[in-house]
């Protein structure tokens, strides 16, 4: 007899999860979606946005492949409450779905600041399609103002200057992406997005959103600085999607917690995705994710699978802008750094050393070695090796250590090569006993 | 363009004293296409890397254009005027020998002949030395000594038909590399014995038998040891010795005297040579600096002449003893007499009668009668103020003397000083109150001697660039000036040759070997196309050897034997300074490096200066390879860099003298030699100082190429050309602490450079590149610096996107350090060949990289590097 799994959320965790699910078998599967629609990749709004894709190209799971596989979609409707002692959920419609397992892959909300105007007509976050549009609407020479310069705030600002639209990021911490990049590289990217036209202001303090005929108008900073502006976007930062679960009375920390097997305080619940909180990490890169919807699958299926949190590499891509770092690259005292820059080619990179291992990366301009490096961060190698070329990647590995003679070298100094050419003692008897004999 | 379809000039390698011949072929843009002639006897179309590098050597970027009075450019008219006056007052003033000239074995005959003239017969001073009293006076004192003469005995087919030959203090193979080549081959051929005797392993044992590692500056004992041998053997000929010698005896108890223990030499292997020169009747015995440079040269030289004398082996086919000179007229210096203690034309300053006739043939106001100050003695002189009036031409002392910073110092104190020369880029001639422009090979027209006698013309290929003059036209037009009009009213060189052949005809008549009275009337046309010819040239005799009749030019015809014993050097290694400091040549460059720095090709095999020390001696030191270490004597100091190896003598390391304040500031090795020199010869003794040494204690070290000049400001540097610029080590003593702006000061360029540092090692690398293309990079490391240089120098104005890497990635291969200058083959490449090989010889080896295809100089160190690696090999 099959069982019943209920999935609330469609987004990119829960697509993996329902492929896994459905090619095992033994599950049928409801999937709620608050979004009318089935998965795309979120990751590649950017690009859309940008108009380098559609979002026909981004969706990873539509309908049909769901149809396919025998899902049942309920697109388009808020689930507003789970009753895990009957084991239903309810969505919008008020009728009660009965689950033998439910996995919640709510995903996060965006972090709105409680700026007085923050609800006025035109104040948005950068989550979802419907944000995106909302951008792409813009028309030229319109104005838009962008508060948080991390990745999703530079993507939007990169996105719609694309477009032509006039846009401000304001940014409270003294550099771009504070949280990925250290402070040259965070120059660097500045130093790129206000060559191509797009203005940048960091250490700003947001004040208050100023709007006409209840639509935004203009974003005021602490210093008195007025931005008019068209749309304002806020991209602060994401919370784990947890008042549901909250409400269900799941434990819930920052996020929903779950153990090594995704199972949450309730046996028969289980989570994935931004959602969740795992040894108190939270996440919000893919990799980990897709894991998870994999550990989680085989939870259900019966199988053995513990989830473990690797480290996590950043490669990102703002539209242009090649930027990649992973692990920690705090200054320290027990840290050493290995620093290569070329400013005329808008290059920088940055290792951070501890005790002969690589703890961190940092790159900008040139990310081609990223994977390596961070194989080595996940994998603790001793790089005092190879430290003289460590930052010029995998290509400058392997050879020998060079000849610091090279200047005089055509004299080499090895003794073996100079001592009597390299003949033996023996050889060299035997050449006198030859000229005895002549 | 290679020049080829261009006409071809016939000349003469301005290097060595091989002398060999080459063709020459304008490239109608300021260039030479250069091979070697096939024609000419010496090389017979060989030439080495210096000489087929010979046509990279003309940029015309450092050359002087224009006279220089007092670092102002100023005209022939007003320089010449100056000269003659300022010589002329201080000759009125403090008298004849209140001047002197310091001249050069680079210098062509006709060039010496009118600088002697005008010192000798004019001025009245035997003030007139050369650069070859600090390569071959100590043989000039030996062979006139025992022949009575200045006479070269041999020739260079003797190499061909010797069954023994014995190399005295000569690296051949570097040295004279196209000899070397010759000897090789003639060993190959017929089995020739080969014996080094010198206290390093040198590229010349590759080719040898026996190398006798011997105690430096014992080679008298060695020899008066191999005498006695000889003696006692029954190997003397004594009919010969009774017919044509004299001091025989004297000469055997003087010997007999010596111990050949003090030679340091196993006693096995001083017997093996002994009994091989016993019983082999063709021997050739080459010497070179080894010998000559030595307080005892001259008694050295004297003791191998004995033993030739004493086995009557001279002067025969095969057979002889065979000085190999260091500079390309050395010989013709001395034919002219341009040396302090002769007259000219091989005529003796002390002869009454030669005076008087070189007087008589020259019209000559009074000739000097007494010799004048030799070298050393020269620049003491100017030190001390008894020379007012110098003038230099075509060498650098400042460099190249013994204690050469007190010669600069005496340069620069001197009244008047005048250089002519080349550039005004040398260490001399930034002394000068005048500079005078001077035409150079490949400009200049005139004729040469080489070692065994042969003269050469060396003509011009190309026009003097700017105002440079011919030295001859420059010193007879002094004379004019000084008052002697007709004396000096040469108009070319042509003149100046006649007459110097008409004055050996004299020379003849009085019993000289130096005649080539056959060439006295040589027609323009005739000199002009005049083949290389040995002398003697005269109506009865045209070349070959000299003595195979047993008749010398001694007073009695009879060779003399000198009675010499062993005499150490005058400098005795003392616990303050333990070392003896051997100096020397390296394979592709040549003296101060005026012309061959010029080559990036010549540039790639040695291009820093260095200590070669043996590993023992390191190890007491606690120096590491590629340390740099601060050689130091009571004269001077020098830092150098750490070449460890066994082919050094324990106790006895070895630097190249090369290296100047143009070149190498702190690696001069000039002013740490003690002026020492020989009591007869003059000669310094430039390989035998006293030495202490410590590790330099460098804060940082660098490595910079650029494509532009470098202004280092660095405790050690060493520059060297490279094909796209400049390459740079250095090393400093302070800590820099702001790596971009001593970049910028260096490179002078005020650019925003690619950085990489690894701020906790201390290293850092800074590239600068303009339009995509590297300009300057710099290395800098707490330890010497790894860099793959070869690389780093081949991407100046390249992309070089990951030049900070310090060396190729995966997909490019390092060659390596240049090991064939000629077809730049790398050691890495090399190696891939011989280790690719099961069993590889030297022709294959060449033949698959090109290596050693061209002038063959590096042949010995492919087969030492087939040695190592093709033996690692089957040993594995």
Known sequence: MTKHLVIIGAGMAAGRLVEHITEAGGWTVTLFNAEPRGTYDRIMLSPVLAGDKTYAEIVTHDAAFYEERGVTCRFGERVTAIDRVAKTVTGQ???????????????????????????????????????????????????????????????????????????????????????????????????????????????????????????????VLENGTELPCDLLVMAVGIRPSTALAKDAGLIVGRGLEVDDQMVTSDPDVLAIGECVEHHGALFG?????????????????????????????????????????????????????????????????????????????????????????????????????????????????????????????????????????????????????????? | MDGSGQPSIKSTCPYCGVGCGVILRPDGVGGLAVEGDPDHPANHGKLCSKGLALGETLSLDDRLLAPVVGGIESDWDSALDLVATRFRETIDAHGPDSVAFYVSGQLLT?????????????????????????????????????????????????????????????????CHPVLYQRLAAARAARGTKVVVIDPRRTATCDIADLHLKIAPGTDVALFNGLLTHLANTGAVDEAYVAAHTEGFDAAIDAAAQDSHQITGLPAADIATFYTLFARTTRVVTVFSQGVNQSSAGSDKVNAILNCHLATGRIGQPGMGPFSVTGQPNAMGGRETGGLANMLAAHLDLENADHRAAVQTFWHAPRVADQAGLKAVDMFRAVGDGRIKALWIACTNPAVSLPEAGAVADAIKACPFTVVSDLTARTDTARLADVVLPATGWGEKDGSVTN????????????????????????????????????????????????????????????????????????????????????????????????????????????????????????????DAMPYRLNSGRVRDQWHTMTRTAKT?????????????????????????????????????????????????????????????????????????????????????????????????????????????????????????????????????????????RYARDLFQTTAEPVVFEDAAHRITRLAFFESDRLEAAIFVSPEPVAVAREFVAAALGTPAASLLAARPGAEVKDPGPTVCSCMSVGRNTLIDAITGQAAPSVDGICQATGAGTSCGSCRPEVAALIDRFALRQAAE
């Open chain 1, 93 to 219: 419609d008020g009728v009660a779905v009965a689950y033998d397992k439910l996995v919640i892959a709510t995903g996060s909300d965006p972090f709105m600041i409680p700026l007085p105007g923050h609800d006025l007509e035109g104040v948005i976050a950068y989550r979802d399609l419907e944000d995106t549009e909302r951008m792409m609407a813009l028309g030229e020479s319109q104005k838009a103002v962008v508060i948080g310069g991390g990745l999703l705030g530079l993507e939007a600002a990169a996105g719609m200057h694309a477009r032509g639209v006039d846009v401000t990021v304001v940014h409270l911490m003294g550099h771009l992406m504070e949280r990925q990049l250290d402070e040259a590289a965070g120059y660097l990217l500045r130093k790129e997005l206000v060559g191509r036209g797009i203005k940048v202001l960091c250490s700003s303090n947001s004040k208050e959103i100023l709007g006409q005929d209840s639509k935004v108008r203009a974003l």
């Open chain 2, 110 to 174: 006709e060039d010496y002949y009118v600088a002697n003239k005008l010192m000798k017969g004019f001025i009245g001073s035997a003030n007139i030395d050369t650069n070859s009293r600090l390569c071959m006076a100590s043989t000039v004192a030996g062979h006139k000594r025992a022949f009575g003469s200045d006479t070269v005995p041999g020739t260079y087919e003797d190499l061909d038909e010797a069954d023994l030959v014995v190399l005295v203090g000569s690296n051949l193979a570097w």
């Open chain 1, 285 to 438: 890169l893919v990799a980990p994710i897709y894991e998870q919807a994999k550990v989680a699958a085989q939870t259900l299926l019966g199988e053995d699978a513990t989830f473990v949190n690797r480290e996590t590499a950043t490669k990102l891509k703002v539209t242009g802008c090649d930027l990649f770092s992973a692990g920690d690259f705090a200054e320290g005292e027990d840290r050493e750094d290995i620093v290569f820059r070329d400013p005329a080619r808008g290059v920088y990179k940055r290792l951070v050393l501890k005790d002969n291992r690589i703890i961190g990366a940092v790159m900008y301009g040139d990310t081609t070695d990223g994977a390596w490096f961070h194989g080595m961060i996940k994998d603790r190698t001793d790089v005092s090796g190879m430290r003289e070329t460590l930052i010029f990647g995998p290509a400058f590995q392997g050879g020998g250590a060079l000849d610091p003679m090279v200047a005089v070298a055509a004299l080499q100094a090895d003794a073996d090569l100079c001592g009597c050419n390299g003949r033996t003692i023996s050889q060299k008897t035997s050449a006198t006993q030859t000229l005895q004999a002549a």
């Open chain 2, 451 to 574: 070692s065994d006698r042969t003269i050469s013309r060396q003509r011009a290929a190309l026009p003097a660039p700017g105002g440079a003059r011919a030295d001859w036209a420059i010193f007879a037009e002094v004379g004019r000036r000084m008052g002697w009009e007709a004396a000096f009213d040469y108009q070319s060189p042509v003149e100046v040759f006649r007459e110097h052949a008409a004055l050996s005809g004299i020379a003849g008549t009085l019993g000289r070997d130096f005649d080539i009275s056959g060439l006295s009337d040589l027609s323009d046309a005739e000199y002009d196309a005049l083949a290389p010819q040995r002398w003697p040239i005269t109506a009865t005799r045209a070349g070959g050897r000299f003595f195979g009749d047993g008749r010398f030019f001694t007073p009695s015809g009879r060779a003399r034997f000198q009675a010499v014993t062993h005499r150490a050097p005058v400098s005795t290694p003392s």
């Open chain 2, 600 to 740: 990036p090709r010549l540039s790639r095999h040695l291009a820093e200066p260095f200590l070669q020390i043996h590993p023992a001696d390191a190890e007491a030191l606690g120096l590491k390879p590629a340390d740099l270490a601060r050689v130091h004597s009571a004269t001077g100091s020098a830092i150098l860099r750490v070449l460890i190896s066994e082919d050094a003598a324990p106790g006895a390391p070895f630097a190249p003298m090369h290296w100047t304040g143009e070149t190498a500031p702190a690696a001069r090795i000039g002013p740490v030699i003690a002026a020492a020199t020989d009591p007869i010869s003059g000669q310094p003794e430039t390989k035998a100082a006293t030495v202490a040494i410590e590790r330099f204690d460098a804060a940082w070290y660098g490595f910079a190429v650029s494509c532009g000049a470098m202004a280092p400001q660095a405790t050690y540097w060493a520059m060297a050309r490279t094909d796209g610029g400049m390459r740079a080590e250095l090393a400093g003593d302070a800590r820099v602490t702001d790596w971009v």
